[in-house]
DNA sequence: AGTATGTAGTTGATCGTTCAACGAGATAGA
DNA sequence: TCTATCTCGTTGAACGATCAACTACATACT
């Protein structure tokens, strides 16, 4: 006789937790995005970006990179440097040693941006996030979302 | 003097959190909405509404409660509703006891659909997430997300 | 009753994301 | 060298979310 894998049902509590985070990740997000585009006209995809390209050495990453660094499709990433380069936050230079590079560099305008922006954002996670959480709790949350990384994302970030 | 209230910075530590939950959260959903869109053409969003409908009573709750429950604005929310009905998954029904009231209603059809996508969507939260969970870990997210929500939602879910 | 204010839900424009298709340069094999 | 095949990055169309404006009904006040 066959066995077929049944689908292994949530209990009360994982679906409580489970929605716990859907709600939270929504209300969350929205709220840090919100903040930071009242603030500073800008999103979040937008700020983790400029936070990569903040850190890399030159100020600058190529496309394909920083896609994977913050998860996000190559054509998003295309479309969206193309924004910020219309604003003067970054722009886009051609990669020596491969033709078909091309890599984003934050300004000196984007930097002062990210600058303002970050205070706003850390702000943000701290009173929305962090404040109210245990440490402990804080701790066992990275190291679920890691390991959701690893197995999903290649080992990656 | 003037004390201006400096921002408190997060510690590395803190910082490795939380970009392995943005991280994580991305690649999470992303997995999950592509799950469920590839073998049942439902995205994420859309999921969870039915799922709230397919719980009330009558399988019919009213836009703004829906709205609310899944936390998305209200415009959001007739938008995906219009969406299902077109596919025949849901039904506007007027609202008994108040004229400006619409509610939506969870079709046999949508029931059928939702019964499928339940499948996949719990094996989907099992696998990227629950199955190489700590627990305990598990449990402490759920307290994190429920204080998110607790302290940016007004106290629902 | 009549007026003001608030809430429910919708609409259409705009903006950001996804998707499929593409051009161009790199890489590997005959 | 020639020709696959792969990766890089872009493009434009389609789709979904956001936003401001709006209609209609409800509620409260006078």
Redesign the pocket.
């Known amino acids: 006789m066959e066995t077929t894998t049944a689908t292994p049902w949530l209990s009360a509590e994982q679906q409580r937790v489970w929605r716990a985070f859907l709600g939270g990740t929504t209300v969350l997000m ?1 709220r840090l995005d ?1 903040d930071l ?1 009242a603030a500073h006209g800008l ?1 979040m ?1 937008e700020y983790e970006i400029l936070v990569r390209l903040s850190e890399a050495p030159g100020r600058s990453i ?4 920083l ?1 994977d660094a913050v998860a ?12 910020l380069e219309r604003e003067n936050i970054v722009l ?1 230079g051609q ?1 020596s040693e ?6 984003a560099v934050l300004t000196d305008h984007g930097f002062s941006v990210l600058e303002a922006a970050a205070h706003t954002h850390v702000q943000g996670v701290h009173d929305y996030l962090i404040e109210n959480a245990d440490p402990a709790d804080f701790e066992a949350m990275g190291r679920i979302m890691q390991g959701v990384i690893e197995s999903l994302h290649g080992r990656k970030f």
């Open positions: 929205d919100r585009r999103s995809p190529r496309m394909a990179e896609a996000h499709s190559r054509s998003r990433v295309t479309h969206t440097i193309a924004r886009r990669c491969d033709g078909r590079g091309v890599s």
